[in-house]
């Protein structure tokens, strides 16, 4: 499974943005999908997860309420609704897929995506 994810980029506080994981190859209806998050000298943070019938979500405490994650079945693909971005959103998104449930713990995750900054401006 390959992934590739995008739609970084520099927003103010605030704002809103989409982040796009499109995943390609062997890809199956028991996958989950995950997005995490690192900035600098921290942990890889776990952002939210669906699984891959879209019928089951999980968000950090973080995150609730601001970010939608959902999926295109048709088009493979898991996006990240960023909305009401703030300063402390700034990092690194990365996109992850596993067999099972979308958990929070990086290390059971079997494919990840490259990174996509986001930058959120005061």
């Known amino acids: 499974v390959q992934l590739q994810a995008s739609g970084g980029g520099l927003v103010q506080a605030g704002g809103s943005l989409r982040l796009s994981c499109a995943a390609s190859g062997r890809t199956y209806s028991s996958y989950a999908m995950g997005w995490f998050r690192q900035t600098p000298g921290k942990e890889r943070e776990f952002v939210a997860g669906?699984?891959?019938?879209?019928?089951?979500?999980v968000y950090a405490a973080s995150v609730k309420g601001r970010f939608t994650i959902s999926k295109d079945n048709a088009m493979n693909t898991v996006y990240l609704q960023m909305n009401r971005l703030k300063p402390e959103d700034t990092a690194v998104y990365f996109c992850a897929g596993r067999v099972g449930w979308p958990v929070s713990r990086g290390s059971l995750y079997d494919y990840w995506g490259q990174g996509t900054l986001v930058t959120v401006s005061s």
């Open positions: 669906i699984v891959w019938s879209g019928a089951n979500t």
